[in-house]
């Protein structure tokens, strides 16, 4: 993709970080100013939310920029200089971090994945379908790939006969999942990289909150294009515009 993530998190937010928390509200913040950079974050429980801060870059950038990961002064120092030109209500989802910056790197199987069977073997989960986190299916699919091999072998004579009974009821449904997910992890990397238009909707350019589905107009910034929710200028206009996407987002979730 050519883009760098950091993992990183916020703890404690209705109390700690106040902005963070009403920033992502209950459930998930995505910001892209379709230029490289991107801030992707989700409330947890426990009033955790974590989630990545996305720019262009190549995978040794902060050996090449001499940067220590675990000096987090320094990285934030980073940070705002490659998000510069983003709102400044932003900037707590830069700065505010409780954890370190932990490098992420993503990695998937060509999918659809098939395989011929093995006498006495399958394989489950990751093994049998690792999938970048963009299309959220890796951990419900694991879950059911246990689920369906303990039914099958408690219904069958055989192990071999239940791996059987297992692949086939996995392979099919697969197959649909894995290329929706493939599409998925594409339309993310086309918005976090510039190298595709949003997808069409009722109102060009608009964003998509992903946990509730509404759809908020984007802002204008530098160049005049599509910003993101929250990749713009310092000007107070622009920040005014940055708020109000942010309490249409919240009024859409309540």
């Known amino acids: 993709m050519g883009v760098a993530f950091l993992d990183v998190r916020f703890d404690d937010v209705d109390v700690r970080h106040p902005e963070v928390a009403a920033l992502v509200g209950e459930g998930h913040l995505f910001a892209s100013d379709g230029d490289g950079r991107a801030v992707i974050v989700q409330r947890n429980s426990n009033g955790v939310v974590r989630g990545y801060l ?22 934030r120092s980073h940070l705002l200089r490659e998000f510069g030109g983003w709102s400044a ?3 707590p989802l830069l700065t505010d971090n409780d954890s370190d910056h932990v490098p992420r790197s993503f990695w998937a199987l060509p999918a659809p994945l098939t395989w011929d069977p093995v006498p006495g073997a399958t394989l489950i989960g990751d093994a049998a379908h690792l999938m970048a986190p963009f299309g959220g299916h890796g951990a419900n699919l694991a879950l059911l790939d246990g689920a369906e091999l ?3 072998v408690a219904r069958e004579a055989t192990v ?3 791996v059987a009974r297992y692949e086939a009821a996995m392979f099919s449904p697969l197959r649909a999942r894995g290329r929706g997910e493939r599409r998925a992890q594409a339309v993310l990397r086309d918005h976090v ?20 589905g509404r759809r908020i107009p984007p802002s204008s910034g530098r160049g005049g294009g599509d910003r993101g929710v929250s990749a ?7 920040e005014r515009a940055a708020a109000r996407q942010v309490e249409a987002a919240r009024a859409g979730r309540g």
């Open 54 to 75: 996305a720019f262009r870059a190549g995978p040794d950038w902060h050996v090449e920029a001499d940067l220590d990961l675990a000096d987090r002064a320094a990285v």
């Open 89 to 91: 209500g932003l900037r």
């Open 150 to 152: 303990a039914r099958a």
């Open 160 to 162: 071999d006969e239940a």
């Open 193 to 212: 990289t510039g190298r595709a238009a949003p997808p069409p909707g009722p109102r060009p350019g608009a964003r998509e909150l992903p946990d509730q």
């Open 232 to 238: 713009v200028d310092g000007a107070p206009r622009e």
